[in-house]
């Protein structure tokens, strides 16, 4: 069983976009409980202020940021903040995201990929260009929430799989650039965890904790749960075989529909 050493964010700044509910919260529950100082940005002010009372119950620090992270100027006053009050950040947690699902095709449905794509993929990419300076001061670590459908393709969440997708690639490239500034990169591939977003039968607080365990071994990816990584190694071995289970999967889901 892995032992959280208690030592590793005590007093180090945590920065946790998405905090207001599900994973994002659970994220901030765990680092709060070894004394981190703690910055949490959502939209909802309510939900927020919920996730801080309980993080400061556990004694940490912590300011909230109440924000639409597709506003990129209100993202950059946020950062410049954050410089004024605390002068660093040693993990930046980029958790925010959306989800969206049906056929592409619908009137409705460029709309959701325009929002799907703006949240998901360029809202985190330009958090964490504002969070960079004060990354690269620590030699800290940008965490990407991705999600399996990162991983392998989902029909009817062409446009979520698709920013997912963007997300692994971007990081995946980015993480070389910013080796030579001794900032590590860490991305996430998950899927059934029990939130406000799906309802799954692992919990948020169980997929916090394997994060932070990934964090804490400098690890470059996790997966949640830990059988992704063979299906994403079976599917890229056998995309026929994995490809036509979709497209079943499909037809079955449409059928049962109308
Ligand atoms: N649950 C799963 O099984 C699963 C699977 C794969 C990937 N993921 C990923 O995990 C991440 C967290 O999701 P979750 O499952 O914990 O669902 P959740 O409870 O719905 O959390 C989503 C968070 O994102 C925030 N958010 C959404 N749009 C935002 C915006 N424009 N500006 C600021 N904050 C915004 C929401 O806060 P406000 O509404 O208050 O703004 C909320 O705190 C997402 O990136 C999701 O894609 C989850």
């Not at 209100?74 to 950040?89: D, H, P, R, T, Y």
């Not at 980015?174 to 900032?183: A, D, M, T």
């Not at 075989?241 to 999967?249: G, L, P, S, V």
Request: aromatic share 10%; hydrophobic share 40%.
């Amino acid at each position: 069983m892995f032992s959280w050493n208690k030592q590793t964010y005590k007093n180090k700044v945590v920065v946790i976009t998405g905090a207001s509910s599900g994973i994002g919260r659970s994220v901030a529950l765990r680092v709060a409980c070894v004394g981190a100082k703690i910055a949490l940005i959502a939209r909802r002010v309510d939900k927020l202020q919920e996730t801080k009372k309980l993080c400061v119950k556990s004694g940490a620090e912590v300011v909230c940021y109440p924000c639409d992270l597709t506003v990129q100027s209100a993202v950059q006053i946020i950062f410049n903040k954050l410089e004024a009050q605390w002068g660093e950040i040693h993990l930046l947690v980029n958790n925010a995201g959306v989800s969206g699902g049906g056929e592409f095709g619908s009137e409705k449905s460029f709309t959701d990929f325009e929002l799907l794509t703006s949240i998901n993929y360029s809202a985190t990419v330009h958090c964490t260009h504002c969070a960079l300076p004060l990354l690269k001061k620590t030699g800290g670590t940008v965490f990407v929430n991705c999600s399996f459908w990162g991983l392998c393709p989902q029909p009817l969440l062409a446009a979520y799989s698709g920013s997912k997708f963007a997300l692994r690639g971007f990081f995946d490239a980015f993480r070389h650039e910013l080796k030579q500034h001794g900032v590590h990169v860490c991305v996430a591939y998950i899927a059934g965890i029990d939130t406000e977003m799906s309802s799954g039968n692992i919990s948020s607080a169980k997929c916090a904790n394997m994060f932070i365990r990934a964090l804490l071994l400098r690890h470059s990816e996790v997966y949640v749960p830990q059988t992704n990584w063979s299906t994403y190694i079976f599917r890229t071995l056998c995309p026929q075989y994995t490809d036509r289970i979709a497209h079943e999967w499909m037809h079955d889901h449409l059928a049962s529909e109308t």
